[in-house]
């Protein structure tokens, strides 16, 4: 081969070696380009760009005239990269005094090797400008010294986030409830309409540059959505008050708890709903387990005898008594073995239906239940919503405690006859005589008035379910009977209201204590409505185990007599004239009126 021959064939060598490359480096521009290109792209997108978590907002929670009683404000999280902190110490020291931090906390969560540790939560945004104009004017100084670079600080990056905030602080706070650290509702409104205020997070990303985001490149890849606001049906005037009364009632009481409850009988709505003690949600050392229960509608106690109520209103729907039917009233009553007494001893009375009412007589009460039976009074137990939880929208709320008529003993008619042997909450009680004020129509309560999107559109809940539980009249019937309660010889005279008719009725009861299964302490209350011909508001004052004076009428009455007096003035609620016509409490008074009438007519003709 000559040497021309040999030349030209190394030349087409490398010619084909060069062409083999270039066809290599041809698919592998392919593959890159094409094949593999959005792997390239995640992996680059990894490397220099970071994405966290959007935090969305909570939903407000709105009183039914638009002040807030719970919102959302910014704050922002702090968290570290440790890996490219690179000096710990002097971090610690520019950064520690700015967010009031322990310098050598500090340091112990700025040294190590984990990608995320947060070292701040919930602090103000400006508070993160601090820090951040800190650590620039740090960096840009140690650029200009021989530890350079390998000085600088990083790793630090902020995440928005939001704190809960309770304009109204101790006001509505059983009511409304608080949020757990993870932002979740932990009780009262916060818990059992979580769901409704719980927003959706969003997703954004950011550049990477050495462990800081790079400012500018934040970029939000998901949007957030603001949870639904809510509009209570609480009012907070009424709320203030009704707040104010209760606690000053079980500090001077030293009861154990209390609560206030407004209600409007046609709605179902409650104006207020008022506990004590409470506790300031904007501040995390005055909340305890027990303050976050609500006891309006999570104790349940018997009634004692406001659940009287109950058994004159069966007997007079069932027309086995009229407000006028006699009877002869002992201060004790043998049943089934067992002596029942009534609160102050008497000789043998002759009272009607309307004064054992008045006077609230245990022993008139057993009687009435004997004539109305034990089926009979159960079913009206039930009717009234005795047993049944109210769906009040209120957490962990009790069906109370009402057994059939097969787990009755020999002495359960007598003792269920004047408000003991079953249990209620103060929401179920409300609700009886809100069911009366209603002429006997029973609209369950609802705390709910409807939702507020995110433009602001209002939608109002839907009404309340309502059940025909009395006729009209003897709803009437009632309510004049209940009127002698508030009487000078009634039991609550301390919850008359000057210029307007009250009704309502005391409660004294036997408080059960799980503790030693006995009884001890006593439940003292006083539910009333007014006005008592054409009853706008029901107001029930409860008050758990207070010491010393213990009488419904004395404890209870006062309050609610200051918190009507407050609604209807108010609600702009005109005075109505006092009744003209009084029923009679005894035979005496009976037989002389019917005698005033007659001789009234005698001289008419």
């Not at 009233?329 to 009375?349: C, M, N, W």
Request: aromatic share 6%.
């Amino acid at each position: 081969m000559s040497q021309d021959q040999i030349v030209q064939d190394r030349i087409r060598k490398v010619v084909a070696v060069l062409i083999i490359i270039m066809m290599l480096f041809g698919l592998r521009l392919i593959e890159i380009q094409a094949i593999r290109a959005q792997e390239y792209v995640e992996k680059v997108d990894i490397e220099l760009n970071k994405s966290a978590t959007l935090l969305a907002p909570r939903g407000a929670i709105f009183d039914k005239n638009g002040v807030e009683l719970a919102r959302s404000i910014s704050a922002i999280n702090i968290a570290v990269d440790q890996t490219v902190v690179n000096d710990p110490i002097n971090a610690a020291k520019l950064v520690a005094p700015i967010l009031g931090l322990n310098e050598s906390e500090l340091i112990l969560n700025l040294t190590g090797q984990r990608r995320y540790v947060l070292i701040a939560k919930n602090i103000e945004p400006s508070k993160w400008r601090d820090v951040y104009a800190a650590l620039t004017a740090y960096n840009i100084a140690i650029l200009k010294t021989p530890e350079g670079i390998s000085k600088r600080i990083g790793g630090f990056v902020p995440e928005r986030s939001y704190i809960r905030e309770y304009p109204t602080g101790k006001l509505s706070s059983s009511l409304v409830g608080i949020i757990n650290d993870q932002g979740a509702g932990a009780s009262g409104i916060e818990s059992s309409l979580n769901s409704i205020l719980t927003g959706t997070n969003g997703k954004y990303v950011y550049a990477n540059g050495r462990g800081n985001i790079i400012p500018g490149s934040e970029q939000i890849r998901i949007e957030t959505k603001s949870g639904t606001s809510i509009r209570l049906t609480i009012d907070r005037d009424v709320q203030w008050v009704a707040q104010n009364a209760i606690s000053q009632a079980v500090a001077a009481a030293r009861a154990e708890s209390g609560t206030v409850i407004v209600m409007d009988p046609k709605t179902g709505h409650i104006l207020a709903q008022a506990s004590a003690p409470t506790f300031d949600p904007n501040n995390s050392e005055s909340i305890t387990q027990n303050r976050l229960r609500n006891p309006s509608v999570q104790e349940v106690y018997e009634p004692g005898s406001t659940g009287k109520v109950i058994t004159v209103a069966a007997a007079l729907e069932e027309k086995l008594v009229t407000p006028n039917t006699v009877f002869s009233i002992p201060y004790s009553l043998q049943v089934a073995g067992e002596t029942f007494r009534d609160h102050e001893k008497h000789p043998l009375q002759r009272l009607t239906t309307t004064g054992l009412l008045a006077v609230s007589s245990n022993t008139g009460s057993i009687k009435l239940g004997q004539v109305l039976g034990k089926y009979a009074l159960y079913s009206y137990l039930k009717k009234f919503g005795i047993g049944e939880n109210t769906n009040s929208k209120l957490p962990g709320e009790s069906a109370g405690i009402l057994h059939p008529v097969k787990d009755w003993s020999g002495t359960s008619l007598p003792t269920i006859a004047f408000g003991q042997g079953y249990s209620v909450t103060a929401m179920q009680a409300t609700s009886v005589f809100a069911t009366i004020a209603n002429d006997g129509v029973r609209v369950k309560p609802t705390i709910l008035a409807g939702l507020v999107d995110q433009t602001g559109k209002f939608t109002a809940s839907e009404k309340s379910e309502s059940i025909q539980v009395l006729s009209q009249q003897t709803a009437q019937s009632l309510r004049k009977m209940m009127e002698s309660v508030v009487s000078p010889n009634g039991t609550a005279p301390s919850a008359a209201i000057e210029g307007y008719r009250v009704a309502g009725k005391t409660g004294t009861a036997e408080r059960y204590n799980s503790n030693c299964g006995c009884y001890s302490g006593y439940t003292a209350s006083f539910i009333g409505f007014a006005p008592a011909d054409q009853p706008k508001y029901v107001v029930n004052v409860t008050i758990q185990d207070p010491k010393g004076m213990h009488w419904g009428g004395v404890l209870a009455g006062p309050v609610f007599k200051k918190v009507m007096s407050f609604v209807l003035q108010n609600q702009r609620i005109k005075p109505t004239p006092v009744s003209e016509t009084h029923l009679s409490l005894t035979e005496a008074a009976l037989k002389s009126k019917i005698l005033a009438n007659k001789n009234s007519k005698k001289a008419g003709a």
